[in-house]
């Protein structure tokens, strides 16, 4: 079974860092290319960030370059968002999730981790 | 930016209705629109990709069509399950985007 687990979530202070994980299991992870999501509290979707398959490519959305970094561990299956010089308008839940089709759209979607920007 | 103008932002139907709900691009995407179904306070599900193409385990009440700058989904007759909020995702162009939503609610 596909699963997808972000852990790192929390309370931040505004100029804070925070890294976020993401646990894969259940298929072959270094053959899928990944993104994380987020969610502010009652509103849409907004796309973060992606990674290739090997890492070397990676692509930010224009709200969060410059302060938030995507890598990934192979070896260790695990998907990563580093984020720093945190905003309020950074609070969110982060969800990370699979490009299953290898086209950009996204077919198995962790639950999510919280994170709150606040003094 | 390519952005997503989802239409109408509420739709208030009964079970076993059908559901049109409508996703207008800014430029041309080609067919390049994915469709998801968000429940409250879970994770979003992939219906529907490349416009038309039912994704794995997904009922055939669901469909989706066009091409170019507008894209639909249908709902053929709506399930007690199927009362959710969904979106419509581009990858034609970076950055990725969403629109911003639609909610089916029950009448």
């Known amino acids: 079974e596909v699963q997808l687990l972000e852990s790192g979530g929390g309370l931040v202070q505004p100029g804070g860092s925070l890294r976020l994980s993401c646990a894969a299991s259940g298929f072959t992870f270094d053959t899928y290319a990944l993104i994380w999501v987020r969610q502010a509290p009652g509103k849409g979707l907004e796309w973060v960030s992606a990674?290739?398959?090997?890492?070397?490519?990676?692509n930010y959305a224009d709200s969060v370059k410059g302060r938030f970094t995507i890598f990934r561990d192979n070896s260790k299956n695990t998907l990563y968002l580093q984020m720093n010089s945190l905003r309020a308008e950074d609070t969110a839940i982060y969800y990370c999730?699979?490009?299953?089709?290898?086209?950009?759209?996204?077919?198995?979607w962790g639950q999510g981790t919280l994170v709150t920007v606040s003094s | 930016e390519i952005v997503l103008t989802q239409s109408p932002a509420t739709l208030s139907l009964s079970p076993g209705e059908r559901a049109t709900l409508s996703c207008r691009a800014s430029?041309?995407?080609?067919?390049?629109i994915a469709w998801y179904q968000q429940k409250a306070g879970q994770a979003p599900r992939l219906l529907i990709y490349d416009s038309s193409n039912r994704a794995t385990g997904i009922p055939a009440r669901f469909s989706g069509s066009g091409f170019g700058t507008d894209f639909t989904l249908t709902i053929s007759s709506l399930e007690p399950e199927d009362f959710a909020v969904y979106y419509c995702q581009q990858r034609s162009n970076w950055p990725l985007t969403f629109g911003g939503g639609t909610k089916v609610e029950i009448k």
């Open positions: 430029q041309r995407v080609v067919n390049y």
């Open positions: 990674i290739s398959v090997s890492g070397v490519s990676t």
């Open positions: 999730a699979r490009d299953g089709y290898h086209i950009w759209s996204f077919d198995y």
